[in-house]
């Protein structure tokens, strides 16, 4: 097995976007309206507002991707993450969100928001580990959300591997 690089968008991965976040939607919760906006038009809701996506990519294969869309001034969202179902326990999904930490930084955020379920104990998990808190779920516009969790930047904290 190769090594993982993380990519930047690249209209040649535009279908993998697409279907790994659906795949993973379907299987883990369901697929809302507001998703296939966002997956249908990344231009428009990701990258005209200051956003990017980013491709975990091993053995020539797009094997992860997760968006980072800013929603306020030093705020980013985190939205996205997918990861393909047979390369699950791989660290890609680290591997993304170090690089979404990073990426925020070097735009001078100070806060990382994400929306989640907590039927989604590995991935709360994981935001745990970075650091994530759960906080007051406002600014919600997806319907089976019911956290929403923040890194603060600020303090310069989250836990390495």
Not at 94 to 103: A, S
Not at 120 to 141: I, M, Q, S
Request: net charge negative; hydrophobic share 45%; with cysteine.
């Amino acid at each position: 097995m190769q090594e993982v690089t993380i990519e930047e968008w690249q209209e040649q991965y535009r279908q993998d976007f697409i279907s790994l976040s659906i795949d993973w939607l379907e299987k883990y919760v369901s697929v809302e309206p507001i998703d296939l906006e966002i997956l249908n038009d990344p231009e428009g809701h990701i990258f005209t507002v200051g956003g990017k996506v980013f491709f975990a990519r091993m053995d020539n294969e797009t094997v992860g991707t997760v968006a980072m869309i800013p929603r306020e001034d030093g705020v980013f969202e985190l939205a996205k993450l997918a990861v393909a179902e047979q390369y699950r326990g791989y660290r890609i999904g680290q591997r993304l969100m170090e690089h979404c930490i990073d990426f925020a930084k070097s735009r001078k955020a100070n806060k990382i928001i994400l929306f989640t379920t907590d039927v989604l104990v590995p991935a709360v998990n994981l935001y745990h580990r970075f650091g994530f808190v759960e906080v007051a779920l406002t600014d919600n516009k997806y319907a089976e959300a019911d956290m929403r969790m923040e890194l603060s930047l600020e303090k310069n904290f989250f836990r390495t591997f």
